[in-house]
């Protein structure tokens, strides 16, 4: 049986997620192992932490969900583009990885739920308007982007506080 488009890109997704992505680990992958006091540290200055990264990276998931959906916010706040960390225990690291999960798996029913024929029409944003296609896409490579960006964090030396 041949593959769809909307299936390719449902297949997409999940390996930006789950893996295994051609380019190297899924956003899941790439977080096994990182305890909350190393997510919360910031090695680099002027960079985001990781825990930043994935509160980031599950707001966007939402909010493409939504999107696709129809119910996304007409604006986007900074709160809601990098939201605040908060409390940094071990306990809120596994509800962040946990949300992360969920939005993952909403947005990949969303995704597998497509009509080719919506795949090239328009998809509101809030400074931009992109096709389903584009914006499907789209975050996939924000979402493969992050996880590279912490695979360098969790490189990076420990120990350096939040």
Same mark, same amino acid.
Request: net charge positive.
């Given at each position: 049986?041949?593959?769809?488009?909307?299936?390719?890109?449902?297949?997409q997704?999940?390996?930006?997620? !789950?893996?295994?992505?051609?380019?190297?680990?899924?956003?899941?992958?790439?977080?096994?192992?990182?305890?909350?006091?190393?997510?919360?540290?910031?090695?680099?200055?002027?960079?985001?932490s990781?825990?930043?990264?994935?509160?980031?990276? %599950? =707001?966007?998931?939402?909010?493409?969900?939504?999107?696709?959906?129809?119910t996304?916010?007409?604006?986007i706040? =900074?709160?809601? !583009?990098?939201?605040k960390?908060?409390? %940094?225990?071990?306990?809120?690291?596994?509800? =962040?990885?946990?949300?992360?999960?969920r939005?993952?798996?909403?947005?990949?029913? %969303?995704?597998?739920?497509? !009509?080719?024929?919506?795949?090239?029409?328009?998809?509101?944003?809030?400074?931009?308007?992109?096709?389903?296609?584009?914006?499907?896409?789209?975050?996939?490579?924000?979402?493969?982007?992050?996880?590279?960006?912490?695979?360098?964090?969790?490189?990076?030396?420990?120990? %350096?506080?939040?």
């Amino acid at each position: 049986m041949a593959k769809t488009e909307v299936t390719r890109m449902a297949d997409q997704w999940r390996r930006a997620v !789950n893996g295994p992505a051609w380019h190297g680990p899924s956003i899941k992958e790439v977080l096994k192992g990182v305890s909350a006091p190393q997510a919360a540290a910031r090695p680099l200055p002027d960079a985001h932490s990781i825990w930043e990264l994935v509160l980031h990276a %599950t =707001a966007w998931i939402d909010i493409v969900r939504g999107r696709l959906e129809g119910t996304a916010p007409k604006r986007i706040t =900074a709160a809601m !583009n990098w939201p605040k960390v908060g409390s %940094t225990s071990a306990r809120d690291w596994r509800r =962040a990885i946990s949300r992360l999960r969920r939005a993952g798996e909403r947005l990949g029913a %969303t995704i597998r739920r497509l !009509n080719a024929g919506r795949l090239d029409r328009d998809v509101p944003g809030v400074d931009d308007t992109w096709t389903a296609y584009v914006t499907v896409h789209g975050i996939i490579q924000h979402t493969l982007y992050h996880a590279g960006q912490i695979a360098v964090l969790k490189k990076q030396p420990r120990g %350096t506080r939040p």
